[in-house]
């Protein structure tokens, strides 16, 4: 079946340092990958998505790129933020074919950002 | 709008007792799931439901029960509780073929003694 991989954390970095969050993925077919942040005390919420190879999905400074080749979507930020901690998900979903499309989350990777 | 609500925000049951967590959406959102979310496995999807009255079981739907009597509100009933329930339960709505985004609420933090 899919599943996604992830490392669990926690990342631990110093305001405006890089970040690089790694996921890779297993699944059948061609499916759409996602980034999903959990900010404290609240439920998901759809950070970036890429529906097909080479698309590159981005939102609020972060970017995450669809490697077919690598079976990869890392999730990077150039300079994060204090506000940027939180716990990130990787997910992925089969292509959408008129139903319920299940999604398939990874285990989270919790980011600390310190000032 | 309030999106996706959610209640209670915790909850305490002892071995063998029975509850049902709330779930309303305002966004006339078609689609509803139950997820529980565990240290170390991520989220895993409970039930789910394409509209009024129609429901299906996810990856770990031993346990619960649904029903979907309107397209606000999609229930979830814990029937015995077991240690094992022990989780964070999210519930998540979502337009047809857009699944993938789906809005979720706050939570409900159960512990199961």
């Known amino acids: 079946g899919d599943s996604v991989t992830q490392m669990e954390g926690p990342v631990t970095l110093s305001e405006e340092a890089f970040l690089t969050i790694n996921c890779t993925y297993t699944?059948?077919?061609?499916?759409?990958l996602f980034w999903y942040v959990q900010y404290p005390g609240e439920g998901l919420q759809l950070l970036l998505k890429?529906?097909?190879?080479?698309d590159k999905g981005s939102n609020k400074g972060f970017e995450a790129t669809y490697r077919k080749e690598t079976t990869s979507f890392h999730l990077e930020k150039g300079s994060v933020q204090v506000s940027d901690s939180a716990v990130y998900f990787c997910?992925?979903?089969?292509?959408?074919?008129?139903?319920?499309?299940?999604?398939?989350f990874g285990i989270g990777t919790k980011l600390q950002v310190i000032p | 709008n309030a999106g996706v609500t959610q209640t209670p925000k915790f909850q305490v049951l002892k071995t063998g007792q029975s509850m049902t967590l709330q779930c309303a959406q305002d966004?006339?959102?078609?689609?509803m799931s139950w997820y529980r979310q565990d240290p170390g496995m991520g989220l895993r999807l409970i039930h789910y439901?394409?509209?009024?009255?129609?429901?299906d079981q996810g990856e770990v739907p031993n346990g619960y029960n649904v029903s979907r009597s309107t397209t606000e509100d999609f229930p979830l009933r814990l029937l015995s509780a077991a240690p094992s329930q022990t989780s964070v339960y999210f519930c998540?709505?979502?337009?047809?073929?857009?699944?993938?985004?789906?809005?979720f609420g706050p939570g409900t933090r159960l512990t199961v003694t």
């Open positions: 998540a709505s979502s337009k047809p073929g857009q699944t993938y985004e789906q809005y």
């Open positions: 699944a059948t077919g061609y499916p759409s």
């Open positions: 890429a529906t097909k190879a080479d």
């Open positions: 997910a992925l979903s089969d292509a959408p074919s008129g139903g319920y499309q299940k999604v398939t």
């Open positions: 966004m006339n959102h078609e689609y």
């Open positions: 439901s394409v509209g009024a009255g129609i429901t």
